[in-house]
Nanobody, 126 residues
């Protein structure tokens, strides 16, 4: 089993930054991708950014490219999401998720992710 704990959410004005952190614990040997997903009220959950543990290969959804950066910590059980130039449409609950190396879909799709954190709220006011 893998446990994921997010932190760093909060309220910020449009144009400002926030940094989210996700710390994993448990049986992490099987984990190859860790990522961030978000869900706004009334909308489906969407993949924001994911990173392959080890080589750092990352994937972003188009709406955050150039504004968000996903990175892994030195211990590789920690993943960060640096969010700059935040917009009101970035308001959502943000979830950290983890999956193994084998997947049937894009790393940005939630289908193959087995482990999820409880989420951290990000609210951007205009």
């Amino acid at each position: 089993q893998v446990q994921l704990v997010e932190s760093g959410g909060g309220s910020v004005q449009a144009g400002g930054p926030l940094r989210l952190s996700c710390v994993g614990s448990g049986d992490l040997d099987s984990i190859r991708w860790m990522g961030w997903f978000r869900q706004a009220p009334g909308k489906e959950r969407e993949g924001v950014a994911t990173i392959r543990i080890g080589d750092g290969n990352s994937v972003y959804t188009d709406s955050v490219k150039g504004r968000f950066t996903i990175s892994q910590g030195n211990a590789k059980n920690t993943v960060f999401l640096q969010m700059n130039s935040l917009k009101s449409e970035d308001t959502a609950m943000y979830y950290c998720a983890a999956r193994g190396p084998v997947g049937t879909r894009s790393p940005l799709e939630s289908y193959d992710y087995d482990y999820w954190g409880q989420g951290t709220q990000v609210t951007v006011s205009s």
